[in-house]
């Protein structure tokens, strides 16, 4: 089987806690342009995550190109070089990317 090693991209990143971490969302009081409130009528906000094992309701909501995922606070907010974001769990991203220098 053939070996392929990921090509070094740079990529914009922000952790995300709260509503209103992330740089283009406006303050706590009102619902984000990037990371909004948590969305998932078919799930209750009040159940537990399997992830991070906070309430539902402290998450977040984020639109992909791929449809809508749940953003689990310390997820970081990936701004790819098209434009899309995407969440990321903290172990996968320190895993993956490392600080550039400007």
């Known amino acids: 089987m ?3 090693r990921k090509k070094p991209v740079v990529i914009d990143a922000t ?9 283009e969302d406006g303050p706590q009081e009102r619902e ?8 998932c009528p078919d799930i209750d906000g009040e159940l537990i995550c ?3 094992a906070r ?3 402290e ?4 639109d992909t190109f791929e449809g809508g995922h ?3 606070p310390g997820d970081w907010i990936i701004t790819g070089e098209k434009g899309e ?3 990321c769990k903290p172990d996968i991203f320190a895993a993956t990317y490392e600080p550039v220098e400007e």
């Open 2 to 4: 053939a070996k392929f």
């Open 50 to 52: 399997l992830h991070c």
């Open 32 to 39: 984000g342009r990037v990371v909004r409130y948590y969305r």
């Open 55 to 57: 309430l539902l309701n």
């Open 85 to 87: 974001r995407y969440p």
């Open 59 to 62: 998450h977040g909501w984020i």
């Open 70 to 72: 749940i953003v689990c």
């Open 15 to 23: 952790q995300w806690h709260t509503n209103g971490d992330h740089p």
